[in-house]
């Protein structure tokens, strides 16, 4: 089967250049917006000149293997310099470099304009998710990767998007310019749209910029192009480009999200309730160290099944939770989880695993997580 | 005073000790040669076992034998070990065995020095590679080791990574003090600087380059100690540093790093080009300019590889420009070997094979490294499968292709018997084959958008990944042929005469085949003959 398969693929790699559309498959894209159209025409330019020189060298190098193969009776020649000749391919090779070195500086230049843009988006990379905030609307939130586990391990099949596809994309207005502003928050990251020609490292303390400018709508896919860690295949980008009031309608959405989210750190809690979105929580961004059944991957990350801290130190837990821990995987939630999330997650780890019959049980609802973040101001 | 006199004759004249103290207080620099070819040639099959495992996980999506973790630590350790552990030894090897012999010198300049140079290397990756059964596993953050993945968020046996990374770094600061005294002191007469042979030339320019970036590597790894044990913040943004001063330090060592592993090899590559075609190396001079220039050009083009860090535009430009430059001696050395070829009288013997595959492959390599430096093309290559199919073009086909070709070439005159021609032949075919099913595909999948490092890959990049995987097990499987061919050569080959290649020229061919144990102890003289080649 596998045989089949090589065969037919050997005979595509051979063949595709001659056909089209196989052709885009395996070439840089051409990308949605003039920058990068640009860069792809740049590419393609430097790229043909580099297959006719190679194709130059490498066929006169043919030639000389049949040409001047030892024949019996022919002396070879002696002469070991020509400084007519060097010196003319050595200026030659300089012409070659100038006339590439051109067009390279104009699209530089192009690509590297900063002018403040229509709309700001404040981009974090955080080990191993990304983190949009809209700087104008104060809206703010995380993009996981949404492929499963049993994709990943070849137990659910694999569809079209495998490990191009997120819980939530970040979305652009089209014809806008759309500024943004790269940071991270732990490691070095890099965020990577080939359809906009924006590669730009997200660097801890430093904040970079780019921008694009799309204007047809569109979903883009890219992925985290800096080794980050355990899980940097798994941090893809994905970013829609939607009409104007499309964009509004979305912006609308989250601020309305975020007033409920307001409300709901003032409601009556049950344990069943904050058990359930405390599950879904964990399952979503804590089981990735410290696993399913809270054993961990001892000694860096540490078990939450049996833990003294989680039975019985509830402050200190959501201390944790909170602050992150320094010199470890374990980061601040704080921005991340709302206080419902995180007091929910808290409540089902002092809950689950048998926690509850070797610890105090007690649970914790969100105004306590409001509680000591304004203590903390 | 007369004794030690007398006891440094006796020395003189009698062979090797014998057994295993032969090697450990060896201080010839042919067993050194050799202690460091055979080194370089078993860390070439540890190296090669982790790129088998990266190529099986990578065979088709989807999780396969190994986890995340597992698989960063294999990249990782696969760089380091074919960096330091096999192209770089190798290629001292190679100085230890040759330089001597090519010009007229008894041995090394300071034999004790290389004896050292050479034993603290098992030391350092016996460290490194002890990382694997350490807690927290092997270092896990790329050969590249970007702060502050490779500090603050490091497993902890990053300790015992810094420790063997200053080993390897004394070590290549040993050797080349060596190589540069030997070279300026222990000429035979009447070999004037201007009739070295060029892989004499290549080592004394990459010794130079040595001891000014080691250094600078060793300081990299210092300052992250200091981060990681001593509360410093040279990199941690935290406390005020500056994580991409890092990639600046590591970029200034990294590059000119890259030329320490190719320059050697266009010395080999000229010598077997001359023999083969019958006819002097074309353009002696230039092919020295070449090397200077690009030795010196490469100090200077170090953030090519930070295109993407935010830099400003100045900045950008700059080192767009100086990076295109360094392609101008590049060509002139590749029209060079096209020249010497050029009205001789040419045979394909195994060296040949490989010298010429060196020349059109190292050509393929250096014209994807010209689209790299184009720096706004490059936000589209930069760590993408285009990167990794670029340089180990380079160092596959080109570095260690030139190893090899090395070892035919030389083979018969250190061991003074010959290889089996058609078991090499055979080895080329395959290696050239399979080398090219490996590494030109990925060129596509890089274009395409894979991103390097990634232990799964989207749908899209699958043909192409099962492709690379099927050429890469097939050129690992070639590389043990090349194994039973040297034990071959060694325990079974025919009588090689003195003169080995009939187009050969230069000192090392005057001596028999194998050569006494010590060599030139009087040195030609060379004031009225030549000794180029
Ligand atoms: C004409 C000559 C060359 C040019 C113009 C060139 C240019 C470049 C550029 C611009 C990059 C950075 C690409 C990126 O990360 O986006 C690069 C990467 C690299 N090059 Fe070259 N290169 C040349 C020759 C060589 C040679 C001779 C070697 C080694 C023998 C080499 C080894 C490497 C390596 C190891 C990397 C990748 C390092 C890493 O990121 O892990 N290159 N080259
Ligand atoms: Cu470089």
Known sequence: MYLKKFILCLTALFLSPLSFSAWDDINMTPGVNAIAQEIFGLHMTIFWICVVIGALVLGFMVFLIIKYRKKEGVEPADFDDNPKLELTWTILFAVILVGMAIPATTTMIKAYDDEEGDINILITGHQWKWQYEYMEDEVSFFSNLLTSLDARNNIAPKTENYLLEVDEPLVIPVNKRVRFLITANDVIHSWWVPDFAVKQDAIPGFINTAWTYVDEPGVYRGQCTELCGVYHGYMPIVVKAVSDSEYKDFIQGKRDLKAQQALLTEKLWETDELFAIGEEVYLKNCVACHQVNGAGIPPVFPALAGSEIVMNDKGRQVEILMEGVQGAAMQSYAEQLTEVEIAAVITYTRKAWGNDAGGDGEIVVPKEILDYKNNKL | MSAVIEGHHDDHHHGPAKGITRWLYTTNHKDIGSLYLWFSFIMLFIGGAMAMVIRAELFEPGSQIVSP????????????????????PAFVGLANWLIPMQIGAPDMALPRLNNLSFWILPAAFGVLLATFFMEGGAPNFGWTFYAPLSTEYAPPTVTYFIFAVHIMGASSIMGSINVITTILNMRAPGMTLMKMPLFVWSWLITAYLLIAVMPVLAGAVTMMLMDIHFGTSFFKAGGGGDPVLFQHIFWFFGHPEVYIMILPAFGIVSHIIETFSRKPIFGYDSMVYAIASIALLSFVVWAHHMFTVGMPIAGELFFMYSTMLIAIPTGVKVFNWLSTMFKGSLTFETPMLFAIAFVALFTIGGLSGLMLAIAPADF?????????AHFHYVLVPGALFSIIAAVYYWLPKWTGYMYDEFMGKTHFWLSFVSVNLTFFPMHFVGLAGMPRRIPDYAMQFADYNMIVSVGAF??????????????????YGKKATGQVWEGAQGLEWTLDSPPAYHTFETPPNLEAGEAKG
């Open chain 2, 69 to 88: 973790e597992f698989y960063n630590q294999m990249v990782t350790n696969h760089g380091l070990i074919m960096v330091f552990g096999v192209i770089m």
């Open chain 2, 380 to 388: 589209q290559y930069h760590d993408t499968y285009f990167v990794v």
């Open chain 2, 474 to 491: 097939l050129f690992g499987l070639s590389q043990l042929l090349f194994l039973y061919v040297v034990l071959k050569a060694i325990f």
